[in-house]
């Protein structure tokens, strides 16, 4: 039976290039989105279904679960991908001048989002054979990454994104300790060029893509609960393995 899959915030950058790839292996990608003429576009270019739903906005999420249930009745694949750095300027700035309105817009999408989608579509992930989350995390969200002086990520101060995705991490940790029958991964896409960071990443979106789907397919070695992913900040360009929390 063909399997299906969800993706949060695939209008573009690594969440488009995730349901590209994943329609390329057959799956039935539901292109979820939170513009409809964005959604309605990328779906149709990657012959996939749009789902409007902004991760933001409780009566969105339950209308997105509600589609999904109408039109396939169950999920196989959930990927948590939609994300942000921050409009407010504090959002890259050092932490004595980070705002708590600054903190709480990251926060509304790349976590609290995560956990309102996830358990809206829990129900519908609960009826597939297989079951597979994968939060799109980051590395600058492993407190020992980013505090190890031999690691390039060493010079990153700031609290609003990085502290969001340490927070998914945990979240990925405890959803992964409650679903026995349910895979929870944190993936690391690692640097990649997209709108998110004006295309200063060294790793194509397909690139970060490709970690997304090998955890979404159980295509590797990864356990549930795990930050798992690229390893080229430390020396491992080309490599996925796990990372350090
Ligand atoms: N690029 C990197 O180097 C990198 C590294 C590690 C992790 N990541 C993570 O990868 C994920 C994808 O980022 P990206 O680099 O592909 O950035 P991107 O190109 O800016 O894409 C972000 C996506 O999230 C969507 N989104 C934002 N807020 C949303 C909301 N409230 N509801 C639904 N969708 C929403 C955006 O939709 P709109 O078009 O409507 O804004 C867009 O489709 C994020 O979680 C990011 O933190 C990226």
Redesign the pocket.
Known sequence: MTQIALI?????????ETARLLGSRGYTVLV????SS?GTSAASALGATFVP?????DDSIQRAAAQVEADHGHLDVLIN?????GDHAEARGLPSGTTREAVRQVF???VF?VIAVTNAFLPLLRKAPTARIVN?????GSISTVTDPANPLYQLVGIP?PTS?AALNMVTAMYAKELPGIDVFAA??????????GHA?F?T?EQ?ASVVVSLATGETDATTGRLWGDLSLVGSADTNGVIPW
């Open positions: 949060t915030g695939s209008n573009k950058g690594i969440g488009y979820a989105a939170r513009d964005r739903l902004d991760v933001t906005d991908n939609a994300g942000l750095i509304e999408t790349n989002g799109v995390s980051s590395e600058v994104y995705k690391n896409p690692g640097y990649c060029a997209t709108d998110l960071n990443g790793r979106a970060g």
